[in-house]
């Protein structure tokens, strides 16, 4: 069963906009959420994080913003870059040993 | 440092047979966690090991195997493959236990395609 889910597969953006990705969970044990990045034919690597105890975390372009009682949380990546095309995964800790992963969103930025 | 490096890149088997993907974890790591992502979803965490013993495992039958050696390195075996296994297999290693940190990373991952 998909704990952690990613309903837009694909987001087109114009390079200097605001793309923004969007992220429910299911599991409400969950209290640690985290977004990845992931190239072609890379690993995927940490972004940025937030603890269920906040309801945003800002590092430079990018921010995450979390509402526990909707199980909803979004990444904000202003301005975006052509860099900033990849597949973003958002996944969820309950602080345990694994990561469950939602699906992934391709960004395309476009010049 | 040297980052999670993970071999082969790419892997061709034939239904039935069996498979050993490795990874050697990032230096001063000693925690390993394999994930098994399929074509258009997530990774999805298959086992974790620390100091050489199996410290959680997910959803997965026990074809699905592994080990850890004492420089942390570890290996995947799957049994008996199947036509639902292709996939990327992505190696992570950590520090220590637990994912609360940001310090998990990942391999480049093992493609694997059963025909």
């Known amino acids: 069963d998909q704990q952690v889910k990613q309903n837009s597969p694909s987001l087109s953006v114009q390079e200097g906009r605001i793309s923004i990705l969007n992220c429910d969970y299911t599991?409400?044990?969950?209290?640690?959420f985290l977004w990845y990045k992931k190239y072609p034919a890379e690993g995927p690597t940490f972004l940025i994080s937030i603890s269920s105890i906040k309801d945003k975390n800002e590092d430079g372009r990018f921010t995450v913003f979390l509402n526990k009682s909707a199980k909803h949380l979004s990444l904000h990546i202003v301005p975006s870059q052509p860099g900033d095309s990849a597949v973003y995964f958002c996944?969820?800790?309950?602080?345990?040993?694994?990561?469950?992963f939602g699906a992934g969103t391709t960004v395309t930025v476009r010049a | 440092e040297t980052g999670v490096t993970q071999s082969p890149t790419h892997l061709i088997k034939t239904r039935g047979q069996q498979v050993t993907l490795r990874c050697s974890s990032q230096s001063g790591h000693n925690t390993v966690s394999w994930y098994q992502q399929a074509l258009g979803q997530g990774p999805q965490f298959i086992f974790q090991y620390y100091r050489e013993e199996e410290n959680g495992r997910g959803n997965f039958p026990p074809r699905f195997s592994g080990l850890q050696f004492p420089n942390y390195s570890s290996e995947l075996n799957v049994n008996a493959l199947e036509l639902d296994d292709s996939a990327l297999y992505l190696c992570?290693?950590?520090?220590?236990?637990?994912?609360?940190?940001?310090?998990?990373?990942f391999g480049s991952g093992t493609q694997l395609s059963v025909l």
């Open positions: 996944a969820a800790s309950a602080n345990d040993y694994k990561l469950s």
């Open positions: 992570a290693s950590s520090p220590k236990p637990g994912v609360t940190n940001e310090k998990l990373f």
């Open positions: 599991n409400s044990m969950f209290d640690y």
